[in-house]
Protein backbone atom coordinates (compact mmCIF):
# COMPACT_ATOMS: atom_id res chain seq x y z
CA UNK A 1 0.00 0.00 0.00
CA UNK A 2 1.13 3.68 -0.82
CA UNK A 3 2.28 5.87 1.93
CA UNK A 4 2.43 8.53 -0.03
CA UNK A 5 -1.10 10.95 -0.67
CA UNK A 6 -1.65 14.27 -2.29
CA UNK A 7 -5.20 15.77 -1.47
CA UNK A 8 -6.80 19.11 -2.76
CA UNK A 9 -9.56 20.63 -0.89
CA UNK A 10 -11.61 23.52 -1.51
CA UNK A 11 -12.45 26.43 0.27
CA UNK A 12 -15.15 27.09 1.47
CA UNK A 13 -18.18 30.04 2.48
CA UNK A 14 -20.97 29.50 5.06
CA UNK A 15 -24.19 30.14 6.27
CA UNK A 16 -24.71 32.50 3.09
CA UNK A 17 -27.27 34.87 4.45
CA UNK A 18 -29.89 33.41 6.07
CA UNK A 19 -28.61 29.58 6.55
CA UNK A 20 -26.76 30.13 9.67
CA UNK A 21 -24.75 26.29 10.53
CA UNK A 22 -26.68 24.99 7.72
CA UNK A 23 -25.81 25.89 4.34
CA UNK A 24 -22.39 26.47 2.90
CA UNK A 25 -20.70 26.14 -0.41
CA UNK A 26 -17.42 25.27 -2.15
CA UNK A 27 -14.96 27.85 -3.80
CA UNK A 28 -12.29 27.54 -6.33
CA UNK A 29 -9.62 28.33 -4.21
CA UNK A 30 -7.82 25.36 -2.52
CA UNK A 31 -5.28 24.22 -0.06
CA UNK A 32 -3.09 21.25 -1.23
CA UNK A 33 -1.94 18.42 1.44
CA UNK A 34 0.83 15.98 0.94
CA UNK A 35 0.90 13.18 3.60
CA UNK A 36 3.37 10.32 4.12
CA UNK A 37 2.66 8.32 7.36
CA UNK A 38 5.32 6.76 8.93
CA UNK A 39 5.68 3.59 11.39
CA UNK A 40 8.33 5.89 13.73
CA UNK A 41 7.28 8.03 16.06
CA UNK A 42 8.55 11.59 14.16
CA UNK A 43 6.53 14.51 12.84
CA UNK A 44 7.36 16.76 10.06
CA UNK A 45 5.56 19.59 8.89
CA UNK A 46 5.81 21.82 6.49
CA UNK A 47 3.63 24.82 5.46
CA UNK A 48 3.70 27.30 2.41
CA UNK A 49 1.41 30.12 1.65
CA UNK A 50 -1.10 31.39 4.03
CA UNK A 51 -0.72 31.07 7.46
CA UNK A 52 3.21 29.81 7.03
CA UNK A 53 4.24 31.58 9.72
CA UNK A 54 1.14 31.34 12.17
CA UNK A 55 0.58 27.42 11.83
CA UNK A 56 1.89 25.22 14.58
CA UNK A 57 4.30 22.78 13.09
CA UNK A 58 3.59 20.97 15.99
CA UNK A 59 1.14 18.12 17.76
CA UNK A 60 -1.53 21.29 17.83
CA UNK A 61 -1.66 21.22 14.18
CA UNK A 62 -4.91 20.78 13.13
CA UNK A 63 -4.12 18.55 9.69
CA UNK A 64 -1.77 16.26 12.00
CA UNK A 65 -4.87 16.32 14.87
CA UNK A 66 -7.00 14.83 11.99
CA UNK A 67 -5.07 12.43 11.11
CA UNK A 68 -4.37 11.13 14.19
CA UNK A 69 -8.41 11.35 15.10
CA UNK A 70 -8.78 9.15 11.52
CA UNK A 71 -6.14 6.18 12.50
CA UNK A 72 -7.27 5.79 15.94
CA UNK A 73 -10.84 5.66 14.42
CA UNK A 74 -9.34 2.62 12.49
CA UNK A 75 -7.64 1.20 14.93
CA UNK A 76 -4.17 2.33 13.16
CA UNK A 77 -2.77 4.42 15.25
CA UNK A 78 0.01 1.81 16.61
CA UNK A 79 0.94 1.55 12.89
CA UNK A 80 1.56 4.61 11.92
CA UNK A 81 2.95 6.74 14.64
CA UNK A 82 4.27 9.56 12.85
CA UNK A 83 3.92 11.69 9.80
CA UNK A 84 5.57 14.12 7.29
CA UNK A 85 3.07 16.67 6.61
CA UNK A 86 3.29 19.56 3.57
CA UNK A 87 0.57 22.50 2.92
CA UNK A 88 0.91 24.70 0.12
CA UNK A 89 -1.92 26.95 1.51
CA UNK A 90 -4.15 29.27 -0.83
CA UNK A 91 -7.26 30.10 1.34
CA UNK A 92 -6.82 32.78 3.80
CA UNK A 93 -6.11 32.07 7.47
CA UNK A 94 -9.34 32.86 10.12
CA UNK A 95 -11.14 35.07 7.38
CA UNK A 96 -14.12 33.26 6.87
CA UNK A 97 -13.15 31.07 3.82
CA UNK A 98 -12.86 27.55 5.54
CA UNK A 99 -9.34 27.37 6.31
CA UNK A 100 -9.85 25.40 9.21
CA UNK A 101 -12.08 23.07 7.68
CA UNK A 102 -9.17 22.46 4.71
CA UNK A 103 -7.15 21.05 7.22
CA UNK A 104 -9.72 18.75 9.00
CA UNK A 105 -11.13 17.33 5.49
CA UNK A 106 -7.40 17.25 4.32
CA UNK A 107 -6.24 15.54 7.11
CA UNK A 108 -8.94 12.91 7.19
CA UNK A 109 -9.58 12.36 3.71
CA UNK A 110 -5.58 11.49 3.19
CA UNK A 111 -5.23 9.40 6.28
CA UNK A 112 -8.32 7.61 4.77
CA UNK A 113 -6.75 7.01 1.17
CA UNK A 114 -3.45 5.95 2.60
CA UNK A 115 -5.80 3.22 4.71
CA UNK A 116 -7.29 2.08 1.85
CA UNK A 117 -10.27 4.26 1.92
CA UNK A 118 -11.61 2.07 5.53
CA UNK A 119 -14.26 4.77 5.72
CA UNK A 120 -16.94 6.05 3.18
CA UNK A 121 -17.48 9.79 2.86
CA UNK A 122 -20.38 10.62 5.21
CA UNK A 123 -18.25 8.72 7.93
CA UNK A 124 -15.63 11.36 6.84
CA UNK A 125 -18.25 14.02 7.57
CA UNK A 126 -19.33 12.58 11.19
CA UNK A 127 -15.57 12.58 11.99
CA UNK A 128 -15.14 16.26 10.39
CA UNK A 129 -18.47 17.79 11.86
CA UNK A 130 -17.28 15.92 15.15
CA UNK A 131 -13.38 18.27 15.13
CA UNK A 132 -14.95 21.30 13.54
CA UNK A 133 -18.14 21.56 15.96
CA UNK A 134 -20.74 22.59 13.08
CA UNK A 135 -20.99 20.67 9.18
CA UNK A 136 -21.36 23.98 7.30
CA UNK A 137 -17.39 24.55 6.35
CA UNK A 138 -16.52 20.53 6.78
CA UNK A 139 -19.43 19.61 4.13
CA UNK A 140 -18.71 22.03 0.89
CA UNK A 141 -14.69 20.90 2.13
CA UNK A 142 -15.88 17.30 1.27
CA UNK A 143 -18.94 17.09 -1.36
CA UNK A 144 -17.91 20.38 -3.30
CA UNK A 145 -21.09 22.42 -4.58
CA UNK A 146 -23.75 23.47 -2.63
CA UNK A 147 -24.79 21.97 0.47
CA UNK A 148 -27.71 21.61 2.79
CA UNK A 149 -26.81 19.90 6.31
CA UNK A 150 -28.38 19.26 9.30
CA UNK A 151 -26.89 18.09 12.73
CA UNK A 152 -28.26 16.53 15.83
CA UNK A 153 -26.76 14.76 18.83
CA UNK A 154 -25.47 11.43 16.99
CA UNK A 155 -25.66 12.28 13.09
CA UNK A 156 -25.11 14.65 10.61
CA UNK A 157 -26.77 14.97 7.18
CA UNK A 158 -25.60 16.79 3.96
CA UNK A 159 -27.59 16.92 0.66
CA UNK A 160 -24.98 18.99 -2.10
CA UNK A 161 -26.65 20.02 -5.04
CA UNK A 162 -25.17 21.91 -7.88
CA UNK A 163 -27.62 25.02 -8.48
CA UNK A 164 -29.19 25.85 -12.25
CA UNK A 165 -28.22 29.85 -11.24
CA UNK A 166 -24.77 29.15 -12.49
CA UNK A 167 -23.24 31.88 -9.81
CA UNK A 168 -19.89 33.34 -9.26
CA UNK A 169 -18.10 34.65 -6.11
CA UNK A 170 -16.48 38.27 -5.39
CA UNK A 171 -15.12 37.72 -1.92
CA UNK A 172 -13.73 40.76 -0.27
CA UNK A 173 -11.26 39.67 1.88
CA UNK A 174 -9.72 41.93 5.11
CA UNK A 175 -6.71 42.27 5.95
CA UNK A 176 -7.42 41.44 9.75
CA UNK A 177 -8.14 37.99 11.22
CA UNK A 178 -11.13 36.89 13.24
CA UNK A 179 -11.71 33.83 15.15
CA UNK A 180 -15.05 31.97 14.66
CA UNK A 181 -14.77 31.95 18.53
CA UNK A 182 -14.61 35.65 18.91
CA UNK A 183 -17.61 35.47 16.14
CA UNK A 184 -19.81 33.26 18.23
CA UNK A 185 -19.30 35.19 21.42
CA UNK A 186 -21.10 38.29 19.75
CA UNK A 187 -24.72 36.11 19.26
CA UNK A 188 -27.11 35.83 21.31
CA UNK A 189 -28.09 33.33 23.54
CA UNK A 190 -31.90 33.44 22.45
CA UNK A 191 -33.50 34.70 19.42
CA UNK A 192 -37.23 35.93 18.29
CA UNK A 193 -39.96 33.36 16.67
CA UNK A 194 -40.52 36.39 14.26
CA UNK A 195 -36.23 36.77 13.68
CA UNK A 196 -36.30 32.62 13.50
CA UNK A 197 -39.07 32.90 10.51
CA UNK A 198 -37.47 35.72 8.59
CA UNK A 199 -34.24 33.41 8.61
CA UNK A 200 -36.51 30.14 7.73
CA UNK A 201 -37.96 31.68 4.86
CA UNK A 202 -35.10 32.99 3.41
CA UNK A 203 -32.87 30.09 3.50
CA UNK A 204 -35.89 28.08 2.04
CA UNK A 205 -36.46 30.30 -0.36
CA UNK A 206 -32.33 30.54 -1.10
CA UNK A 207 -32.34 26.92 -2.02
CA UNK A 208 -34.98 26.90 -3.90
CA UNK A 209 -34.55 30.00 -6.09
CA UNK A 210 -31.12 28.19 -7.10
CA UNK A 211 -32.85 25.05 -7.76
CA UNK A 212 -35.31 26.63 -10.04
CA UNK A 213 -32.75 29.46 -11.13
CA UNK A 214 -34.99 31.94 -10.52
CA UNK A 215 -32.82 35.29 -10.37
CA UNK A 216 -35.78 37.29 -9.53
CA UNK A 217 -36.29 35.54 -6.04
CA UNK A 218 -32.70 34.67 -4.96
CA UNK A 219 -32.70 38.70 -4.67
CA UNK A 220 -34.46 38.68 -1.82
CA UNK A 221 -32.82 35.59 -0.14
CA UNK A 222 -30.05 36.87 0.75
CA UNK A 223 -31.00 38.40 4.48
CA UNK A 224 -30.36 37.40 7.74
CA UNK A 225 -31.62 38.42 11.17
CA UNK A 226 -29.76 35.24 13.59
CA UNK A 227 -25.94 36.21 13.04
CA UNK A 228 -24.86 39.25 10.60
CA UNK A 229 -26.57 42.08 12.78
CA UNK A 230 -24.90 40.91 15.68
CA UNK A 231 -21.48 40.80 14.13
CA UNK A 232 -21.20 43.82 12.15
CA UNK A 233 -19.81 45.31 15.27
CA UNK A 234 -16.99 43.16 14.50
CA UNK A 235 -16.97 44.21 10.54
CA UNK A 236 -16.73 48.26 9.61
CA UNK A 237 -18.73 49.00 6.96
CA UNK A 238 -20.39 45.25 6.61
CA UNK A 239 -23.46 46.56 5.82
CA UNK A 240 -22.32 49.69 3.52
CA UNK A 241 -19.87 46.68 1.60
CA UNK A 242 -23.39 45.32 1.06
CA UNK A 243 -25.46 47.87 -0.02
CA UNK A 244 -22.19 48.81 -2.50
CA UNK A 245 -22.44 45.18 -3.68
CA UNK A 246 -25.53 45.10 -4.60
CA UNK A 247 -25.79 49.05 -6.15
CA UNK A 248 -22.87 47.65 -8.59
CA UNK A 249 -25.11 44.83 -9.84
CA UNK A 250 -24.37 41.56 -6.98
CA UNK A 251 -27.84 39.87 -6.78
CA UNK A 252 -27.21 40.02 -2.84
CA UNK A 253 -24.31 39.76 -0.31
CA UNK A 254 -24.04 37.88 3.00
CA UNK A 255 -20.88 37.88 5.48
CA UNK A 256 -18.91 34.63 4.29
CA UNK A 257 -18.84 31.81 7.71
CA UNK A 258 -18.01 34.20 10.71
CA UNK A 259 -16.30 36.81 8.54
CA UNK A 260 -14.67 38.87 8.60
CA UNK A 261 -15.22 38.19 4.82
CA UNK A 262 -17.88 39.38 3.20
CA UNK A 263 -19.36 37.46 -0.11
CA UNK A 264 -21.38 38.80 -3.51
CA UNK A 265 -23.29 36.66 -5.39
CA UNK A 266 -23.57 37.06 -9.18
CA UNK A 267 -24.16 35.02 -12.11
CA UNK A 268 -21.74 33.51 -13.77
CA UNK A 269 -22.16 35.01 -17.35
CA UNK A 270 -22.84 38.61 -15.45
CA UNK A 271 -19.57 41.43 -16.74
CA UNK A 272 -20.40 43.23 -13.85
CA UNK A 273 -18.02 41.02 -11.24
CA UNK A 274 -15.11 43.56 -11.46
CA UNK A 275 -16.99 46.76 -10.87
CA UNK A 276 -18.50 44.35 -7.88
CA UNK A 277 -15.49 43.46 -6.28
CA UNK A 278 -13.96 47.32 -6.94
CA UNK A 279 -17.11 48.66 -5.36
CA UNK A 280 -16.72 46.60 -2.17
CA UNK A 281 -12.93 47.36 -1.77
CA UNK A 282 -14.20 51.23 -2.09
CA UNK A 283 -16.47 50.61 0.24
CA UNK A 284 -14.19 48.96 3.37
CA UNK A 285 -11.60 52.10 1.98
CA UNK A 286 -14.23 54.59 3.35
CA UNK A 287 -14.54 52.52 6.54
CA UNK A 288 -10.75 52.23 7.18
CA UNK A 289 -10.20 48.27 6.05
CA UNK A 290 -8.06 47.43 3.47
CA UNK A 291 -9.65 44.38 1.07
CA UNK A 292 -8.07 41.83 -1.11
CA UNK A 293 -10.48 41.17 -3.95
CA UNK A 294 -10.92 37.31 -4.86
CA UNK A 295 -12.88 36.58 -7.96
CA UNK A 296 -14.00 32.94 -7.25
CA UNK A 297 -16.62 29.98 -8.74
CA UNK A 298 -18.09 27.20 -7.39
CA UNK A 299 -16.09 24.39 -7.29
CA UNK A 300 -17.66 21.09 -8.25
CA UNK A 301 -15.62 18.48 -6.87
CA UNK A 302 -14.97 18.57 -2.92
CA UNK A 303 -11.88 17.08 -1.73
CA UNK A 304 -9.78 15.06 -4.19
CA UNK A 305 -7.08 12.84 -4.81
CA UNK A 306 -4.01 15.03 -6.61
CA UNK A 307 -2.68 12.19 -9.44
CA UNK A 308 1.06 13.63 -10.10
N1 LIG B 1 -21.64 28.75 10.81
C1 LIG B 1 -20.42 29.14 11.44
C2 LIG B 1 -20.60 30.50 12.06
C3 LIG B 1 -19.33 29.16 10.41
O1 LIG B 1 -21.16 31.36 11.40
O2 LIG B 1 -20.18 30.69 13.19
C4 LIG B 1 -18.01 29.50 11.00
O3 LIG B 1 -17.06 28.60 10.66
Known amino acids: MANTVRVRVPGTS????????ALGLACTIYNDLKLTLTKEENLTIVIRGEGAENIPTDERNIVWRSVRYLLEKARADKDYRGARIEMDNRV??????????????????AA???????????????F?????????????????????????????????FLPKLKLRLVVAV????????????????????KDAVYNVSRASMLVASLLRGDVHRIRGAFGDALHQPYRAKLIPGMF??????????????????AGPCLIAYLLEKDEAHEAVGEAMQREFLAHEVNAQILQLGLDTKGAHVLHS
Request: hydrophobic fraction near 40%; glycine fraction near 12%.
Open 128 to 160: ATDIEGHPDNVAPAIYGGFTVSTLSRHHVDTLS
Open 14 to 21: ANCGAGFD
Open 174 to 193: PDFPLSTRAARQVLPEKVTV
Open 240 to 257: DVFRAARKAGALGASLSG
Open 92 to 109: PLSRGLGSSATAIVGGLK
Open 112 to 126: NVLLGNRFKRHELLE
